[in-house]
């Protein structure tokens, strides 16, 4: 089956820090890949929709400039948390998809972050 | 707006005993259908997906599920727990061509020896 590998696992930062979030497909191209964002006990709330070579498509409510995501290649999206609080502490997950109906996501194994 | 509502946050089952999750849907048209599985501290695993045709659908791991549109509900089964099924599991739903997937709430499981 295709995987998507997300990396780092965990990270732990100081406050006011910029972190980087890497979402990998690594045997398909993805079309485009999803950031979540998920906290203790609650389900995945979609922060941004992030295709290939184009500016990724933010929710209502996320920042665009404090969640910077990159989708610089058919196998790669990044997001960057920049200048990280604690209330940013959270488990993200990223996804991607490769067709273009979306009708199968592959899921990373997340990242949790935390924010001293 | 589409919605996904998950009713029991907890379920505690022996192994062996059966097991059905609840899902209820809020959607106009008819939906894209998804049951994940998340095991603490990693991403989700697809168990299985309703598009259209046979409402009941097999899955992985010996899950099924059954679409009942009059319901507006697709719930998940499995006829004998397994103490590795212990997990969190989301139901989700979606539209082809659109890029959101509504995620519910989620059921924890947990399975007695």
């Known amino acids: 089956g295709a995987v998507v590998s997300q990396h780092p696992s965990r990270v732990i930062c100081k406050s006011g820090t910029s972190v980087k979030i890497e979402c990998r497909s690594l045997d398909f191209q993805a079309t485009t890949m999803f950031w979540y964002r998920q906290f203790p006990k609650q389900s995945l709330m979609l922060m941004a929709t992030s295709n290939e070579g184009s500016k990724a498509t933010y929710e209502q409510g996320v920042e665009k400039d404090k969640f910077l995501i990159n989708h610089a290649s058919l196998t790669l999206s990044t997001l960057t948390v920049t200048s990280a609080h604690p209330e940013d502490s959270s488990f993200y997950i990223c996804?991607?998809?490769?067709?273009?109906?979306?009708?199968?996501?592959?899921f990373g194994s997340g990242t949790q972050l935390s924010v001293l | 707006a589409q919605s996904v509502t998950q009713p029991d946050i907890h379920i505690t089952v022996s192994e062996g005993a059966s097991l059905e999750l609840r899902c209820n849907y809020s959607?106009?048209?008819?939906?894209?259908l998804f049951w994940y599985v998340q095991s603490p501290g990693q991403g989700l695993q697809l168990l299985l997906k309703y598009f259209s045709g046979d409402t009941l659908v097999q899955g992985i791991k010996g899950f099924e599920a059954e679409f009942k549109r009059s319901q507006s509900s697709f719930n998940l089964r499995k006829p004998s727990v397994h103490w590795s099924d212990a997990a969190e599991y989301f139901c989700?739903?979606?539209?082809?061509?659109?890029?959101?997937?509504?995620f519910g709430t989620g059921t924890r499981l947990k399975v007695l020896a």
């Open positions: 996804s991607a998809s490769r067709d273009a109906t979306n009708e199968k996501l592959f």
């Open positions: 989700a739903v979606g539209t082809s061509g659109t890029y959101k997937y509504i």
């Open positions: 959607y106009g048209a008819t939906p894209y």
